[in-house]
């Protein structure tokens, strides 16, 4: 595990923290002496996780919060103040996907998951920006290697990464001469509840993974990279071979990009195509 102390005593936000890479990334904060707080909407399940975040639970707050609804981002960040009167770094994590063709589609997933995973980010980082500014700190978006080149049968997941790519990289320039930094962080495919939790075409979870979850990059690998860039004060971070490959790639190559994307799609077991 990494060792520094960068992470000491900074008051630090995770909003999908009940499980995969925000749950991976809360673990590694405490462990790192931060003041985790963690957001889902799963409170039992975040309790009852607390005590292996930080020996001392003082140093834990876990608020139930579903990032699609405003209010609840609003006190998501007057809790964390309220508890230890600052932030230091906010991970906007929380995440959903899908998986289905446009054609099929029923227009309440693309707005769930505009709602959750653009709409989560721009809430929570409007109410954190204040106290951000404040302590010249960090804001995270958790994108995608989606969110630079495009999924077929992920419609919105993939416009809603893209999204919230353009709000941060718009932020950042804002904020350019304020001591903010604001990192937009993609993994790559990493092993995780995502793609069970992920919506079909009704708006129903899959509950299944297409994937082979054991052979993708660990949830505490991932955290470790996203440790690693916050330390750096990194702008952009790209993860995975494939991943830095897709990437260049569809700038260089985009019309090939397409192609390759879709005989990788194509070849996913109960591909969409089919
Ligand atoms: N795993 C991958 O291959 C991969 C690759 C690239 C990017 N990502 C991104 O990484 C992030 C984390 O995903 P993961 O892979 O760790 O998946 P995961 O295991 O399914 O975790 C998703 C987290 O988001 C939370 N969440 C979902 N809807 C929410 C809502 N409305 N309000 C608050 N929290 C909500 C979930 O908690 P509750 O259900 O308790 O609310 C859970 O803690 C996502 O943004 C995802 O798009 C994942």
Redesign the pocket.
């Known amino acids: 595990m990494m060792k520094t102390d960068y992470f000491k005593d900074k008051v630090i936000v995770v ?10 990334s809360a673990r590694l904060f405490g462990k790192l002496g931060a003041k985790v707080v963690m ?5 039992d ?2 309790l009852s996780l607390a005590p292996e975040i930080s020996d001392n639970q003082d140093n834990v707050l876990c608020v139930k ?5 405003e209010d ?1 981002c609003r006190e998501l960040i007057r809790k964390t103040v309220e508890k230890y009167g600052r932030i230091d770094i906010l991970v ?6 899908m998986r289905a063709m446009f054609k099929d589609l029923d227009l309440s997933v693309i707005h769930r998951l505009m ?3 653009f709409w ?1 980010t721009v809430y929570c980082t409007k109410y954190a920006l204040p106290w951000l500014l404040e302590s010249r700190g960090q804001v995270v978006g ?6 630079f080149s495009a999924l077929p049968a992920r419609t919105g ?1 993939s416009c809603s ?1 893209y999204a919230i790519r353009g709000f941060l990289d718009t932020l950042r320039i804002e904020h350019l001469k304020d001591g903010l930094n604001v990192l937009v962080f ?12 992920a919506l079909v075409a009704d708006g129903s979870p899959q509950g299944k993974t297409p ?1 082979d979850e054991g052979k ?2 660990s ?1 505490e690998k ?1 955290a470790e990279y996203l440790a690693r860039g916050l330390k750096a004060r990194r702008s952009q971070m790209i ?1 995975t071979g494939l991943g830095k490959a897709t990437v260049a790639a569809h700038r260089l190559f985009p019309r090939l990009t397409d192609s390759l994307t879709y005989s990788f799609i194509a070849r996913e077991e109960d591909s969409p195509f089919k």
């Open positions: 909003t999908g923290a009940s499980s995969g890479i925000g749950l991976a957001a889902a909407r799963s409170l399940k975040m919060t579903d990032v699609s609804v609840d906007n994590n929380a995440g959903l996907s709602d959750v995973n989560g958790v994108i995608s290697i989606a969110g997941y990464k993609a993994p790559g495919y990493t092993e995780s509840n995502v793609r069970n939790a994937l993708l990059m949830a991932c993860l």
